[in-house]
């Protein structure tokens, strides 16, 4: 579904990703772990389009998308979260996962319509699945963190994206708030059978729903394999979770 | 919404101005002639400023270039309204067109900038090429259009020529309100707001931003065009400060003022400045005191706009009601 | 071939104008590098040294050096002015959008505009040159006055004390650093709202430095504080907003630009001015000299 072949980027002459090859089967769950500043965020900013590898590719399902623009990469069947919340603050939640689906189906140059009632059964649908439906007509801005994270999920989830890419998808949430995202999201990835990447700080997350875990370390691939290799590999023990614990 | 009856405001509006002329007032009718037409300058901005987030500080270039082609056209070649009054909403369009695509590359205070510097072109070229806009002096003595008809309509047909053309002008104004009624209104309209809440995220449920941004633009300066084209008749003149920036601050006080987050926030806000300066100026010499007076206070007590002040103060009363 | 006396006094002119450009356009630059803060109200700072000037000059009657006091005393008026500006309403917008700060900068020209004229009447007013500086001297065939060419020292000299005081002091330190990365300010420990304040106030001193030494050389009309500020504008945006050397060298294109586009194409020299500010926007949106602003 993703493939990644040996991208490189680096900024001011600081290497960030240096040579990072990864591949993704569809349907798994994958998690990219690592110490701050690993270069997973600018690892997910290149598969994306955000920013231009300065060498390397990135294939999704079979296609290359190396340097496409952000929008382009989206409507390929790429969704993505960030890891600052990022959301439409002063639309309405079903305007914000609303006007995702109204982009993804081409209606976002229909200068004619009434944009109120379109889409509102698939818009209504979604929000139920994230239990965000009695929060429909509340402004975006006014929701709590967690519940903006649920949010920008539907947004993502919108554009019926074959792969989905999450950065730190339960930063700064309370444990119950982690321990629920955490279930709707693996229900959700199961349901449609999306497959999924995700950055993660929180290490029970990460063992608990990944099926693979990669191991960036100063931008490099260190490890790579299922949660209990990676947990025995002695390399991780020594540079991350050994830091950590 | 709830079961109430909803009030056709817009139909009661119109109707509202369409009576004016009976009052019999040459003064109101001037007035109220003016109102409308920046009004319509004022909305067609907010399509980008309200709507999309973009500041344009060169929206003056399309009101006056509107203001040209339907003078140049009626008073030059005489061709007739029906014909010079859609053209200047082209010609507008079009010249949006061409600056569009290099504003929208820029984000920000460059976006603002940019279109300022184009603005400042389009006025050096009008206010030095004498052969064809009379450069400085301007270009006198636009006609009215035609309206011979509307006199044989009795009631209507006492009224002054300026009155007609005042009829004229709501009915075209009003048609203009609910194209753009319909655009914000429309999935293209929803897509804009996301780009004004988040560019960043608009680009990844797969809006190109740029695009959307440049439509945005084109329809903006098409719309301050007809504007333009209008003013340039009732002003009985176009002149090169229809473009200078002083004019594109000033409209986009009206929107500020009025509450970019309303669409007829900004048509408020050149309705209230319009009939102040009238008043004021009555008065005093120092209008521009007064209004920048009045711009310090609003910035600090009301930054949502006339509107959103009404619109909080409408909904503190509702809740009152209720409790 | 045009004469060679005709083009290098040709140049001359563009050079002066470019150093009176550069006193008031690197206020503007300085507080937008530091501030963020496009302040359209520049103009009617440099508008009002020339004012201030003028009636200081006035009262200081037959004084010698009246002219130098009076541009003095002007500048330290614009300079609280400014602060005072600061102090008391531009900085509750700073958390606003940046719109907010423009308009409230527009209402500002409006509103000391119209007190220019409640005091000083809409005439034209003058100032005559300092005795010193009063004669003239034949330069390469063409005569220069004495003013025109202590302009052109000053343009440079008051650039070298700038960068003197940019890069030799610590309180310059924290203003680069503010120009290049505003959050990191905070980091450090500066008193950011302090800085924000003197920033303003040193730029409003420009300003009206700028308008009272113009005034020997240009009448003092209403409307000057317009005109410049858009002058400004194109330098700071030509140079890179925020880029020091930047308007220095946008003020010099500028004053050059100007004074041949008058040559190349006598109706359409302002046009070529702001072509010039459209093509800088359109290749190198943040200016010849500038960086790219942070998004």
């Not at chain 1, 996962?97 to 982009?103: E, N």
């Not at chain 1, 929180?202 to 990676?230: C, K, N, W, Y």
């Not at chain 3, 500006?85 to 509750?92: I, N, P, T």
Request: hydrophobic share 55%; proline share 4%.
């Amino acid at each position: 579904m993703l493939e990644v072949r040996d991208v490189h980027k680096a900024f001011d002459g600081f290497q960030a990703v240096a040579g990072v090859s990864l591949a993704l089967a569809r349907g798994e769950i994958a998690a990219i772990i690592g110490p701050n500043g690993a270069g997973k965020t600018t690892l997910f900013n290149l598969v994306t389009g955000h920013l231009r590898p300065d060498a390397g590719a990135v294939f999704l399902a079979g296609r290359e998308i190396t340097g496409l623009p952000p929008h382009r990469v989206c409507r390929l069947g790429l969704g993505r979260s960030f890891q600052r919340t990022n959301i439409f603050p002063r639309l309405t939640v079903f305007q914000n996962v609303q006007a995702a689906f109204l982009s993804h189906r081409g209606r976002g140059l229909d200068l004619l319509s009434h944009v109120e009632h379109l889409y509102r059964d698939e818009t209504e649908a979604l929000l139920a699945s994230l239990g965000l439906l009695e929060r429909a007509g509340e402004l975006g801005a006014f929701l709590s963190h967690g519940a903006q994270k649920q949010l920008e999920l539907g947004i993502a989830l919108a554009s019926e994206p074959k792969l989905l890419l999450l950065d730190e998808p339960t930063a700064g949430m309370s444990a119950t708030e982690t321990h629920e995202t955490i279930r709707l999201i693996s229900r959700i990835a199961r349901e449609r059978g999306l497959t999924l990447l995700f950055t993660e700080h929180d290490m029970d997350v990460v063992f608990s729903i990944a099926q693979r875990i990669t191991v960036l370390h100063q931008g490099r691939v260190i490890a790579e394999g299922v949660p209990a290799a990676v947990r025995g590999d002695p390399e991780v023990r020594r540079v991350y979770l050994g830091e950590r614990r | 919404m709830s079961a109430r009856a909803r009030v056709p405001w817009g139909l009661l509006g119109v109707l509202a101005a369409l009576s004016v002329p009976f009052l019999g007032s040459r003064y109101y009718t001037f007035v109220a002639t003016d109102v409308a037409i920046l009004a319509l300058f004022a909305v067609s901005l907010n399509l980008l400023l309200g709507y999309t987030g973009l500041v344009s500080f060169g929206h003056a270039a399309y009101f006056g270039v509107g203001a040209y082609t339907t003078g140049l056209l009626m008073k030059k070649a005489g061709v007739p309204f029906v014909l010079a009054f859609p053209a200047a909403g082209v010609l507008a369009g079009l010249l949006a067109l061409v600056f569009g695509f290099f504003c929208v590359r820029l984000t920000k205070i460059y976006f603002a900038m940019l279109t300022l510097a184009f603005a400042q072109i389009v006025w050096a070229i009008c206010f030095k090429w004498n052969d064809l806009t009379g450069g400085e002096q301007g270009m006198p003595e636009i006609p009215y259009p035609d309206l011979a008809w509307l006199e044989r309509l009795p009631l209507v047909g006492e009224l002054r020529t300026s009155d007609h053309f005042y009829l004229l002008t709501v009915v075209l104004v009003a048609l203009c309100f609910w194209l753009l009624r319909r655009v914000v209104g429309s999935p293209f309209g929803r897509i804009l707001t996301t780009i004004r809440e988040n560019p960043e995220r608009a680009e990844f449920i797969g809006v190109h931003v740029r695009r959307w941004e440049l439509l945005a633009f084109v329809l903006a300066g098409a719309f301050a065009g007809l504007a333009g084209g209008l003013f340039g008749i009732f002003n009985r003149g176009v002149f090169p400060d229809f473009i200078y920036w002083t004019k594109s601050s000033e409209v986009l006080i009206m929107a500020i003022l009025g509450g970019m987050g309303y669409f007829y926030g900004p048509a408020v806000g050149a309705l209230v400045l319009l009939v102040l300066n009238q008043q004021i100026t009555s008065y005093t010499e120092y209008w521009p005191f007064v209004l920048g007076s009045i711009l310090i206070v609003l910035l600090f007590a009301f930054p949502g706009g006339l509107v959103g002040a009404l619109d909080a103060g409408r909904r503190r009363l509702l809740r009152l009601g209720r409790a | 071939m045009p004469d060679p006396t005709f083009l290098f006094a040709q140049s001359l002119s563009g050079l002066t104008a470019a150093m009176f450009l550069f006193l008031i356009a690197s206020g503007l630059s300085l507080i937008f590098g530091v501030l963020g803060v496009l302040n359209f109200a520049h103009g009617s700072f440099y508008m009002l040294g020339a004012y201030v000037a003028y009636q200081l000059v006035q009262v200081l009657g037959r004084d010698p050096a009246a002219f130098w006091w009076a541009a003095l005393g002007a500048a330290c008026a614009i300079a609280v002015l400014g602060g005072l500006v600061e102090r008391l309403l531009l900085r509750h917008l700073y958390a606003k959008d940046v719109l907010y700060q423009l308009l409230f900068t527009y209402a500002l020209i409006l509103v000391l505009s119209d007190a220019a004229k409640v005091v000083w009447g809409t005439g034209q007013l003058s100032i005559a040159r300092p005795p010193e500086l009063a004669g003239a001297t034949r330069v390469l065939g063409t005569l220069v006055p004495h003013y025109e060419l202590f302009v052109l020292l000053l343009g440079p000299a008051i650039a070298l004390g700038f960068w003197l005081l940019l890069h030799r002091t610590r309180a310059g330190r924290f203003v680069r650093a503010a120009a290049l990365d505003r959050e990191m300010l905070g980091a450090l420990g500066v008193n950011v709202s302090r800085l924000y304040t003197s920033v303003f106030v040193l730029g409003s001193f420009l300003a009206g430095l700028g308008g009272a030494l113009i005034a020997p050389a240009k009448a003092i009309v209403p409307g000057m504080d317009v005109e410049i500020i858009v002058e400004a504008f194109i330098v700071v945006v030509i140079g890179g907003l925020g880029s020091f050397w930047g308007t220095f060298l946008g003020a010099v294109i500028y004053g050059q630009v100007l004074s041949f586009g008058i040559l190349i194409f006598p109706r359409f020299s302002i046009f070529s001015v702001f072509a010039l500010m459209a093509v800088v926007l359109i290749l190198r949106p943040w200016g010849l000299l500038g960086r790219p602003l942070k998004t």
